[in-house]
Nanobody, 126 residues
Framework: QVQLVESGGGLVQAGGSLSLSCVVS????????IAWFHQAPGKEREAVAC????????YYPDPTKGPFTISRDKAKNTVYLQISVLKPEDTGGYYC???????????????????WGQGTQVTVSS
């Protein structure tokens, strides 16, 4: 059974940092690409980072990466999202997802991704 479980969210002051975790089961991080998404209150879910299963290459929809860094630990079957210099607009749910199809990061639309975790909530206070 495919499962993705996020953790690491919480209340953080602006300027701080957080590391979110996505533990996967039913497959490995070397099978399928994993992406992270952010959903701000009242807004649509948007991709912020993706990591290829093939070689661990990182991809970001924002060419500057923004405050995000994605990484993985193959031994722990976990993908991480580091968020640095948090701003109030980074508040919202953070979700990891897999496409259960290939190893590359081939789409940024949420509709492309098949399996999702339940999300972890981040609140940034100003």
């Amino acid at each position: 059974q495919v499962q993705l479980v996020e953790s690491g969210g919480g209340l953080v002051q602006a300027g701080g940092s957080l590391s979110l975790s996505c533990v996967v089961s039913g497959f490995t991080v070397e099978n399928y690409a994993i992406a992270w998404f952010h959903q701000a209150p009242g807004k649509e879910r948007e991709a912020v980072a993706c990591i290829s299963s093939i070689d661990g290459s990182e991809y970001y929809p924002d060419p500057t990466k923004g405050p995000f860094t994605i990484s993985r630990d193959k031994a722990k079957n976990t993908v991480y999202l580091q968020i640095s210099v948090l701003k109030p607009e980074d508040t919202g749910g953070y979700y990891c997802a897999t496409d259960m199809f290939g190893g590359t990061c081939s789409g940024w639309s949420p509709q492309y991704w098949d399996s999702w975790g339940q999300g972890t909530q981040v609140t940034v206070s100003s």
